[in-house]
């Protein structure tokens, strides 16, 4: 018989009531607080992206315009400009770009991608956007070109076939170049692919330059006999007795750049020697008898040579070399002895080590940046080139957030970077190596006894900071804990000390409230079978490699300025086992205490005494109130007391799966609970984990009258515990007398895991933590006034009486499900929100907006959510971004002012805001936003150029007239239309760049490419257009028209010209029937006049009609 349980079905009756959208438990006479936040304050767009291209495929360069553009595999488009000038694009089909080519000087880009589509981008708007699109079906897209100042683009497709479009109405042309056309015309069958992978021209037309997949460069005359005039293997070994020389690797691309004065430049990608072997990829710069080898740290995607002109029948004047690696962006200053590079000033070093987390801080005290740059700066690079950055084009939006904005990246190899993230850009401030407190340098058996370690031991997995005090907390994979403080002295440590803790705790089976019996997973294995295998030391005993999993720095640490290391805490190995990672952590300057937890417990560290003040177990928190109803299991026989602390072990992780580092690929395509990315619930009764902490002054028991320090502990099962704190009087006592905490009990419980805790004053208004100002620790200074600068910021809270026992706070509590407000010292529930059934949140802030506070929510399903405080009002719900892996959870952030970000690939950080005051103020200061894209700045800077090499285009250069009886016009070029990689053959074809579309060939064939007009088109560039940059426009949109115009008259004239033909056929046919029929009649019956005056007034009307007189 089964048994009937109450307990389940209570459960089920509070499950269907919160259900609700918003339910009021409470008096409502009671807690009348006006809020202020309504739906009209929220809106969801994109503001910015920043960091390296994931995945770049292409690039191009605008010499006038001075802007970089670099496609991805993904089909984004980034463009550069001068720093804090970028912008990102995304096109539709997600297909890989393949080449990029810019309307030099015209503020438009051409992209061709892998799906045989081409793209015409309009930059001069405020959101750049497609203008027009052609989609090939018949063939496939391998290489375009464009001439500077030319009107056509030539297609190369990969059956060795030109295609010629008009770049200004962007229709194809009818004349092609056919593959059969281009070579010998004794020639009958394909010729096949050819091992050419890329052609330069010299600039005076005469020659060119093949780069060979056997690493060869060949140079050709463009009158010569079908033989190359100079063979050149740059790193071939040349042998002694006259052979060629060794074959090398491919040379991928070659650029041939001349000079007025010296050598021409020669710069080439590949063609190592094979016995290279483990060589980091190279760029060759030859120029004259020296050959400088470059070495990259990343394989080279592409190069480009900047150069002084546009023109490319002119000295070109190279003065610097864009390298476009995998994984970052180099350029290398030409005109200096050694090629020095120049320094980079975009944020492309996020990814320079994998992001493991990320912590997002927006109106920060205005004194921390420049703090952090100050102390930042010392630690620049030198050597780098003393010129300014080549890509300075484009024009700073006039933007309106003058709040600071900081964001903190914790990553794999132990790095902590600061950036300024105010007025929508992102500026590298400070950088800190935490690895730099433990001794990587282990001896042979210390290595072999780590064989299990973590792939990154000293992967930072969460982080506490307190701006205003400039307290650093970091927690490592390693579970360890350091304590850093802010300095601007530089100090040497001689000892760092350190903390060790040990956690583990054993259950037997528990009973749930629902009276099913839950047991736990036995202990997994230990992952260190070492042949010294050591029992647990005592808590005083110094650590060692069989209990640490990472030795302390035996030698004394220097410190430079910025955050210096003032604690180590380490959690030990018990019985054999290794300690679990730590899934929260929370700091408070204060009180002067660090608290964290995993799954066994929770350990609060006194960091001014360097004490570890409380070590519990999570079952001990709860005392006789268990509602699990859990007990300790006997020890066993090789564990020694521990002091109350516990140890869970990970119910089905193996050793294997506990040992990767968050930068794992395990990490990513799962869901691992962590403090970090808490994100499932299954199996959550199996233990119980400590989530989230939270440190305020408030009542800390039921029906208090006074406010006192507390701590909230928020744990997996959705429960709330509260502990008082009793800290000791500022001053000398505070050093000597220990902090006491003592738990009071639960505070209240949630379906899922604790996300995030905060109190609300009795108006609405949010109570921050208490915090102590920042001070100078290595400052020795009169004690008295140590202790003025060290003395804590009061909390304001609102007044009440305590004989009233009047509600004077609120806390806001947050589970993976749902919301509570409760009301305290009462401890009733006011109000609860189910804020997901089918789901659950992956992160949850209580964040001040300008408005009020509301709770914003993200979801693993894509929803981001905000509900109104205390009242849990809904107020926006956009199904914005599906999880598709373990980055965008683990590096989720809401900020307050409605700013949130995330890492949106490996290498990128997507900016967004939820509120509609930002929305509308970018809207205006001329920084696209929205959801196809986004942009800091304007690229298109209009017809006036500036500097030197850009007034170039307003003078003619010197030389022989192309048009007779006009003197100093700009001479043309033969260009050389080459089909790279993957082509079928080397199309060498001469022409002229302005007369090559014009010959009269027809209309091309539509089922060749289909033209798509774009969102962008003639009606965006008419609103955008105004003076002077309006007269351009304008005049381009006339020539647009007209260029449409007369398309539709060579149809028109097509059809015509299609139609006499007919005409005159029929007519034909009909007078020679006419003459049969009049030779017939006149051997029957001699003639018959009238039927012949009937067929010359036929002949004469058809003759009429078509306008062409038949014979």
């Keep these: 018989m089964k048994k009937f349980n109450i307990r389940k079905v209570l459960d089920g009756l509070k499950e269907v009531s919160s259900s609700t959208p918003s339910v009021q438990v409470g008096p409502q006479e009671n807690h009348l607080i006006q809020e202020t936040l309504q739906s009209d304050h929220f809106q969801l767009c994109k503001t910015v992206r920043h960091g390296f291209p994931y995945q770049p495929s292409s690039m191009a360069f605008d010499p006038v315009q001075k802007i970089l553009a670099i496609g991805t595999q993904s089909g984004a488009l980034r463009l550069f400009g001068r720093p804090g000038v970028e912008c990102y694009c995304q096109h539709e089909s997600g297909a890989a770009v393949i080449q990029l080519q810019f309307l030099i000087n015209e503020g438009a880009l051409v992209s061709a991608l892998a799906d045989d589509s081409v793209h015409l981008w309009n930059l001069r708007q405020k959101r750049p956007a497609i203008l027009h699109s052609l989609k090939f079906s018949k063939e496939r897209i391998t290489f ?86 100079q063979t050149i293997t740059p790193h071939g070994k040349q042998p002694k ?42 760029l060759t710069v030859m120029h004259g008898k020296s050959t400088a080898v470059l070495e990259m740290d990343y394989p080279i995607v592409d190069f480009l040579t900047l150069c002084e002109t546009p023109y490319a029948n002119d000295f070109q004047e190279p003065y610097a070399v864009v390298v476009l690696l995998e994984k ?104 800190l190596k935490t690895a730099k407190v433990f001794d990587r340098n282990r001896s042979k058996e210390d290595k072999g006894s780590t064989e299990t370690s973590d792939e990154d031991p000293f992967a930072i997995q969460i982080m506490a900071w307190c701006p205003e005090s400039r307290m650093l907390c970091v927690a490592g994979v390693s579970a360890n804990i350091i304590i850093y403080r802010f300095s601007k ?63 302390m720095r035996s030698t004394p640490l220097k410190q430079s300025a910025g955050y210096q290391v003032d604690l180590v805490v380490q959690l030990v190995w018990v019985s054999g086992e290794p300690p679990q990672q730590i899934t929260s952590l929370a700091l408070n ?5 660090v608290v964290f937890g995993n799954s066994n417990g929770l350990a609060v560290v006194d960091y001014v005494q360097k004490t570890v003040v409380l070590n519990l177990g999570t079952v001990e928190l709860y005392g006789s109130n268990d509602p699990y109803q859990r007990q300790p299991r006997s020890p066993r026989k090789t564990r020694q007391p521990s002091g ?207 408005q009020g506070v509301s709770l914003a929510c993200f979801c693993a399903n894509g929803h981001i959510m905000t509900l109104s ?40 950080v997507q900016r967004i805001t939820y509120s509609q005051d930002t929305c509308e103020n ?17 690229f298109y800077t209009g017809g006036d150029t500036r500097g030197p090499q850009q007034r170039v285009l307003q003078r003619p250069l010197r030389g022989r007239s192309s048009v007779p009886g006009q003197r100093g016009a700009i001479p043309s070029v033969p260009l050389l239309i080459h089909l790279l990689i993957n082509t079928s053959c080397l199309v060498l074809f001469l022409s002229y760049p302005n007369s090559v579309g014009e010959i009269s060939s027809g209309k091309a064939s539509r089922s060749l490419a289909q033209h798509i007009p774009g969102p962008g088109g003639l009606e965006g560039m008419k609103g955008a257009a105004s003076g002077v940059v309006g007269d351009l426009a304008r005049a381009r949109i006339a020539l647009d028209e007209r260029g449409q115009k007369l398309g539709e008259l060579d149809e028109r004239t097509a059809a015509m010209m299609t139609s006499a033909d007919s005409f005159s056929k029929h007519a034909h046919e009909y007078k020679r029937k006419g003459k049969l029929i009049k030779e017939e009649r006149a051997a029957c019956d001699g003639g018959d006049g009238e039927t012949q005056e009937e067929l010359n007034s036929d002949a004469s009307s058809m003759q009429r009609v078509t306008g062409i007189k038949a014979t």
């Design 869 to 908: 405080v205390p009242g849990l009002r809904p107020l926006m719900d956009v199904n914005y971004l599906p999880l598709t892996d373990m980055r965008i959870a683990r590096t989720f952030c809401f900020t307050n002012l409605g700013q949130a970000m995330y890492l949106c690939s490996p290498t990128e």
């Design 144 to 229: 375009c070109h464009l001439p500077f100042q030319s009107k056509w683009l030539y297609i190369g497709t990969e059956r060795g076939n030109i295609h010629l479009v008009n770049v200004e109405s962007f229709m194809l042309s009818g004349y092609v170049i056919m593959w059969n056309k281009a070579i010998e015309l004794s020639t009958k069958a394909h010729p096949g692919p050819v091992a050419i992978h890329s052609v330069a021209w010299h600039h005076e037309g005469k020659q060119f330059i093949c780069s060979h997949s056997d690493g060869t460069l060949t140079i050709w005359n463009i009158r010569g006999q079908g033989k190359p005039i």
């Design 589 to 593: 300057s204060s009180y002067g205490l």
């Design 328 to 431: 970052d962006l180099v350029v290398i200053d030409l005109a200096q002895n050694g090629y020095p590079i120049f320094e980079n000033p975009y944020p492309l070093t996020i990814h320079e080590s994998p992001v493991t987390c990320c912590e997002y801080f927006a109106d920060c005290p205005v004194d921390l940046i420049p703090a952090l740059y100050c102390v930042g700066s010392r630690q620049k690079r030198q050597g780098y080139s003393k010129k300014e950055w080549p890509i300075s084009g484009g024009n700073w939006g006039q933007g309106t957030q003058s709040y600071p904005e900081i964001i903190i990246t914790g990553h794999a190899d132990g790095t902590v970077k600061f950036w300024d993230a105010s007025a929508m850009m992102l500026q590298v401030l400070y950088k």
């Design 644 to 850: 109350g602390l516990c140890d869970i072990n990970e119910g089905s992780a193996t050793s294997e799966d506990r040992c990767k580092s968050p930068t794992s690929d395990h990490r990513d395509n799962s869901f691992s609970r962590s403090r970090s990315s808490s994100v499932t619930s299954i199996d959550k009764e199996a233990r119980e984990a400590i989530s989230s902490f939270h440190f305020s002054d408030t009542f800390a028991r039921k029906g208090d009258s006074t406010l006192t320090p507390c701590l909230y502990v928020g744990t997996t099962l959705g429960t709330v515990l509260a502990l008082a704190l009793t800290l000791p009087p500022a001053g000398e006592q505070r050093q000597l007398q220990p902090v006491i905490l003592s738990p009071t009990g639960m505070l209240v419980r949630l379906k899922g895991s604790i996300m995030r805790m905060a109190l609300l004053d009795s108006t609405g208004s949010m109570l921050p933590p208490a915090f102590e100002p920042w001070f100078e620790p290595n400052v020795t200074a009169d004690g008295e006034e140590r202790e003025k600068v060290r003395k804590r910021r009061p909390v304001s809270v609102s007044p009440s009486t305590s004989q009233d026992l009047n509600e004077s706070q609120y806390a806001v509590v947050c589970s993976e499900k749902q919301a509570k407000v409760i009301s305290l010292p009462s401890q009733t529930c006011i109000y609860k929100h189910s804020i997901t059934e089918a789901s659950f949140i992956l992160r949850a802030d209580v964040v001040q907006m300008s």
């Design 489 to 551: 002295l530089e100090v040497t440590t001689e000892v760092v000390q350190l903390l060790e803790v040990r956690m583990q705790y054993e259950l037997n089976d528990i009973e749930s409230p629902d009276g099913e019996n839950r047991r736990f997973p036995p202990p997994v294995p230990p992952l260190r079978q070492a042949a010294h295998r050591h029992s647990p030391p005592p808590a005083a005993t110094t650590l060692t490699e069989a209990t640490c999993p990472a030795s």
């Design 241 to 282: 007795d006259g052979k060629k020389p060794e074959p090398c690797k491919p040379i991928l691309k070659v650029e041939y750049k001349t000079t007025r004065i010296g050598e021409p430049f020669m710069i080439l990608s590949g063609g190592l020697s094979y016995d290279t072997v483990g060589r980091r990829p190279c």
């Design 922 to 938: 970018l809207q205006q200061d001329d920084v696209c936003v929205g959801l196809s894209g986004d942009a800091g700045g304007t």
